[in-house]
């Protein structure tokens, strides 16, 4: 099945999301901005596009694997969440983990969207919870 994502380009730079194989999960995002992120820095790099998601999902902003291992770039907050009713600008936060500046230019491929189904929940207060195996086990509670 097919979904529909409305894209509006907000800049002359913008390019619409694409992917890059049949069959990829991932839109490529490509950054309106020239600028540089000096090692340890972080930088909010807009893609001069706003977007409408289809009914009932979110879109994730991944990193890209090539950056983060060629580079050690990576977003800041993976996976930055868009939700559906936002119509502003779409802006990845990149992060430098690397030794040398990583120069940022007008077209390049700076991260991936995920296009994902969300669930609402109805929210129950209740004063217990179903046992499991685990129980409040977490943070390497199952070992190396």
Partial sequence: MEYLLKVKRLSDHARLPEYAHPGDAGLDLFSTLE???NPGESALIPTGISI???PC???QVRPRSGLALKHQV???NTPGTIDEGYRGEV???LINHGKLPFQVAIGMKI?????KPVLNVRVEEVADLDSTRRGAGG????GV
């Fill in 111 to 115: 991260a991936q969207m995920v296009i």
């Fill in 74 to 76: 990576t977003v800041l």
């Fill in 91 to 93: 802006g990845v936060i």
């Fill in 35 to 37: 600028t540089t992120i």
């Fill in 57 to 59: 999902t979110e879109a």
């Fill in 52 to 54: 409408q998601l289809p």
């Fill in 139 to 142: 943070f390497g509670s199952t």
